[in-house]
């Protein structure tokens, strides 16, 4: 089976997008570009100014613990939102930190994230991941990384900030909501084979007339989809030739009275 190409984050210049996230979160691993490297130790302390917090005490949460957890690809997409979002350099955090959380993605491992409602205690559970601490999902024959980095009291105010838990959960909720869009004509054209509706209300003409050019975008992949079909206004012109049959017979019948 060839390799899954990795995918790089934090270089020059780069943009991240929705489609990176949704692509992490479908299984893409990942890499830190060298530059991003560069940028986060420059912006993160000494190493021996580093002070570790005292490590979260087990049952220490046990409102997120107890609350159901994010599936395993929406947890991905946390994390991923998470490090995308520390990999700009600015943050404090450092790198070590950022490998763990690259090392948690492409190990196939991801924490377990509480489905609660506030980003805050989603977020919570993450950085109490980068102790160690937390349940754990894996995929398949996936082990956990190395030694957790652990976490400062600054780094863990970074990781618990912001809004990446909502955002990560919206790109998914975006993505598919896109792939249903992209089924809607598809689904309406096959509603019109079945029902023999009429297809001359998406002519050129008519739909120019409105003045949507959205709808004549909509109209134009109709007519694409609905070419050649010997289903779609069947039963109109079945109902159009029955009225015809039956003018024909009023007319006759007003000239036989005459």
């Not at 990446?164 to 249903?180: E, I, N, P, Y």
Request: glycine letters at 10%; aromatic letters at 2%; a positive charge.
């Amino acid at each position: 089976m060839a390799s899954i190409r990795s995918l790089t984050i934090g270089g020059v210049g780069a943009t991240p997008s929705l489609d990176d996230v949704v692509r992490i979160a479908g299984g893409q691993p990942v890499v830190l570009d060298t530059n991003a490297c560069d940028r986060i130790k420059k912006a993160s302390p000494p190493p021996k100014a580093f002070q570790a917090e005292p490590a979260p005490a087990p049952g220490s949460d046990d409102a997120s613990a107890a609350a159901a957890g994010l599936l395993p690809r929406q947890a991905r997409a946390v994390v991923a939102t998470k490090l995308l979002s520390l990999v700009n350099g600015s943050s404090g955090v450092r790198l070590q930190v950022c490998q763990y959380l690259a090392e948690l993605l492409n190990s196939g491992v991801v924490p377990r994230l509480p489905a609660v409602e506030t980003d805050a205690g989603l977020l919570s559970a993450l950085a109490d991941a980068c102790h160690g601490a937390g349940a754990s999902a894996a995929t398949g024959d996936a082990s956990a990384p190395g030694d957790a980095p652990g976490l400062s009291a600054a780094e863990r105010a970074v990781l618990e900030g912001g809004a990446s838990g909502s955002a990560g959960v919206a790109c998914l909720a975006v993505a598919a909501a896109r792939q249903l869009l992209a089924l809607a004509p598809a689904v309406a054209a096959l509603s019109i084979e079945a029902a023999g509706a009429p297809v001359k209300p998406f002519d050129t003409a008519v739909i120019n007339a409105q003045g949507y050019k959205s709808a004549a975008a909509v109209a134009d992949e109709l007519r694409t989809l609905l070419e050649g079909s010997k289903r779609a206004g069947v039963r109109l012109r079945r109902r159009l030739r029955r009225s015809e049959r039956l003018m024909r017979r009023l007319i006759r019948a007003m000239e036989w009275d005459a």
